[in-house]
């Protein structure tokens, strides 16, 4: 089936700092890919739409100049948290695919 | 508003036993009905996918049910190993169109014991 990599698995950083996780389509293209984030017992929240060749859609009260999110190719969307704080800290998850939504494997941020 | 209820919150179990999970939803104009098993630290992993038309489907030890009508799904596990330990979501997608068009429970923490 398909599958869909994210990168990396955990990372740790310092406040103020900026962190990048990416996601990847392996053997589909995707002109959309969506980034959620997950607080422990939580259901996932849907952060913003990744567009392939334009800006991301976000959600209300998800800040973009924060979460910076580029989709520059057909396989590949990036998630940026910049200037991270501890209240950053959560498990941050993409997926693409319209019928089948298929998931990384997460990403769980610490800020410290 | 697009609900989706999940049932039980958590559940232990023993290890060979069975057991069912339930999933309410309210998601107007629907489209399909996925269970994901989540792992701790992991992201969600398919099981089934589910449409209008279809009452059952299975996968494995995993088997779905879907009643539109009063628009309930199950997840049965049957002889539930120790791997099984996981949350698992009820995932509803409407055919409204917006954004990812995907309402998510908020899982049912499953904890299969020796």
């Known amino acids: 089936g398909a599958v869909v990599s994210q990168h990396p698995s955990r990372v740790i950083c310092k406040s103020g700092t900026s962190v990048k996780i990416e996601c990847r389509s392996l053997d589909f293209q995707a002109t959309t890919m969506f980034w959620y984030r997950q607080f422990p017992k939580q259901s996932l929240m849907l952060m913003a739409t990744?567009?392939?060749?334009?800006?991301?859609?976000?959600e209300q009260g998800v800040e973009k100049d924060k979460f910076l999110i580029n989709h520059a190719s057909l396989t590949l969307s990036t998630l940026t948290v910049t200037s991270a704080h501890p209240e950053d800290s959560s498990f941050y998850i993409c997926?693409?695919?319209?019928?089948?939504?298929?998931f990384g494997q997460g990403t769980r941020l610490t800020v410290v | 508003k697009n609900q989706v209820e999940q049932s039980p919150q958590s559940l232990i179990i023993l290890e060979g036993k069975n057991c069912t999970l339930q999933c309410n939803y309210t998601v107007s104009p629907f489209s399909n009905l996925r269970w994901y098993k989540q792992d701790t630290g992991r992201g969600p992993v398919s099981l089934t996918i589910?449409?209008?038309?279809?009452n059952t489907k299975s996968n494995g030890r995993y088997t779905a049910t879907l009643d539109a009508d009063t628009k309930q799904s199950s997840l049965h596990i049957t002889a539930s190993q120790l791997s099984d330990s996981a949350s698992y979501i009820c995932?509803?997608?409407?055919?409204?169109?917006?954004?990812?068009?995907?309402?998510f429970g908020k899982g049912t923490h499953l904890i299969i014991q020796p």
């Open positions: 589910m449409t209008f038309s279809e």
């Open positions: 997926s693409a695919g319209t019928l089948q939504a298929f």
């Open positions: 995932v509803v997608r409407d055919s409204g169109g917006g954004a990812d068009g995907l309402t």
């Open positions: 990744s567009n392939e060749g334009s800006k991301a859609t976000y």
